[in-house]
């Protein structure tokens, strides 16, 4: 959906910078296609690292999760500080 918005957006730059001639025009649309291309290929970096960075929340969390299991917690003698430490990810179980 951004990619899809981000392109509208540069098309939308480029149409009335096309539509002109002779004047130095072209080279102006070029590079502001160009730095539109560059700005939606930086978004779509940081968006990857994002999901990469999600990605490896899940693992953690399926990580202490099975850890908290095979350890058979209590967890009704656990203060409610350290389960609620637990549940953010601020604490792990050692």
């Known amino acids: 959906m951004k990619k899809l918005a981000i392109a509208t957006l540069i098309?939308?730059?480029a149409l009335p910078l096309a539509a002109c001639g002779g004047k130095g025009d072209d080279k102006l649309g070029?590079?502001?296609e160009a730095a539109g291309?560059?700005?939606a290929d930086?978004?779509?970096?940081?968006a990857d690292n994002l999901e990469d960075r999600a990605?490896?929340?899940r693992d953690n969390a399926e990580r202490q999760?099975?850890?908290i299991d095979d350890a058979d917690v209590n967890a009704?003698?656990?203060?409610?500080?350290?389960k609620d430490a637990l549940?953010?990810?601020s604490e792990k179980l050692r």
Not at 42 to 46: F, G, K, M, R, T
Not at 76 to 82: D, I
């Open 37 to 39: 291309e560059n700005r």
């Open 55 to 57: 990605e490896a929340v």
């Open 65 to 67: 999760s099975d850890a």
């Open 42 to 46: 930086a978004l779509e970096a940081a």
């Open 76 to 82: 009704q003698a656990l203060p409610q500080a350290q």
């Open 87 to 89: 549940v953010n990810g």
């Open 30 to 32: 070029s590079q502001v």
């Open 11 to 13: 098309a939308a730059i």
